[in-house]
């Protein structure tokens, strides 16, 4: 499984962002999809989670500001980030499992927080 990460960037504090993972290859084997995060000096954490039959999971620092979604249709998982703080500044991670947990891993996308 391949995964394709796309729409990081540069956004001030309170702006939103929209990230997006297309998945290829053996794609008949994914349950679940959704985005971890890494912070310079912290562990990978998870950020949102979404199954094919849409139940999802977040930790309560995104709660109510991040939103995870998923196109079956076409094996690509969103996640769009409202009212984004610094501390949400980290390298974004999309995953893959055959599973609730994470088996593959996309390349990372950037995501500053920052005025």
């Known amino acids: 499984v391949q995964l394709v990460e796309s729409g990081g960037g540069l956004v001030h504090p309170g702006g939103s962002l929209r990230l997006s993972c297309a998945a290829s290859?053996?794609?008949?084997?994914?349950?679940?999809m959704g985005w971890y995060r890494q912070a310079p000096g912290k562990e990978r954490e998870l950020v949102a989670q979404?199954?094919?039959?849409?139940?999802?999971n977040y930790p309560d620092s995104v709660k109510g500001r991040f939103t995870v979604s998923i196109d079956n249709a076409k094996n690509t998982v969103y996640l769009q980030m409202n009212s984004l703080k610094p501390e949400d500044t980290a390298v974004y991670y999309c995953n893959a499992g055959r599973g609730t947990s994470p088996n593959y891993w996309g390349q990372g996308t950037q995501v500053t927080v920052s005025s």
């Open positions: 979404i199954t094919r039959t849409g139940s999802t």
């Open positions: 290859g053996s794609i008949f084997s994914i349950y679940s």
